[in-house]
């Protein structure tokens, strides 16, 4: 535990220690080295909760690479997400004919990555896959999965390695889970 229970201070529990969290990169950085040999990537980082686990994930990847960063705003109260997505940062990079990966922290409805797979299709890369660091697999409500997923986790709110609640906690080396407060008890 590392707070005191308050709304301002969940209480955090450890989910995934810093060693889990490079064992895993270290794997998902094989695979994609594996599956893109001898090809040139263009890594799409979604901001902002992805940022550190492309800055690991990249120092893995032998091949040439470019990364280009996006920022969609989805609208939703607290922790919950409506499903409507809206780009507030595009990407500059070209990827027409390019082989493109997605980079995302955590996959949940799906509604942010359908929206983003769908948007960059329409400018013709050769490819675009999806890489995630955490998959919430079981809170699916569209049919999208990733390609590459580093670990899944069930139904609770995380936060650490880039990842916030309220734009707080990015900076945690470690992915903890908050405790529900007494008030959400069922
Ligand atoms: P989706 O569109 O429902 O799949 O939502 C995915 C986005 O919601 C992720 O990119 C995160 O920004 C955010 N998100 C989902 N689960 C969590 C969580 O447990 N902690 C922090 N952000 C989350
Ligand atoms: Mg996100």
Known sequence: MLCNQSMDQPVLHRLITADEIALIIKKLGDQISRDYSGKELILVCILKGAF???????????????????????????????????????????????????????????????????????????????????????????????????????????VGYGIDFNESYRNLPEIYYVAPSQNDQP
């Open 52 to 158: 550190m686990f492309l800055s690991d994930l990249i120092r893995h990847l032998p091949m040439p690479v470019k990364i280009d960063f996006v920022r969609l705003a989805s609208y939703g109260a607290g922790t919950k997400t409506s499903g409507w997505v809206e780009i507030t940062k595009d990407i500059e990079t070209p990827i027409e004919g390019k082989d493109v990966l997605i980079i995302e922290d955590i996959v949940d409805s799906g509604r942010t990555l359908q929206f983003l797979k769908e948007r960059l299709e329409l400018s013709h890369p050769r490819s675009v896959k999806i890489c995630t660091l955490l998959d919430k697999k079981a809170r699916r409500e569209v049919n999208i999965d990733a390609d590459y997923v580093g670990k899944e986790i069930g139904n609770v709110f995380v």
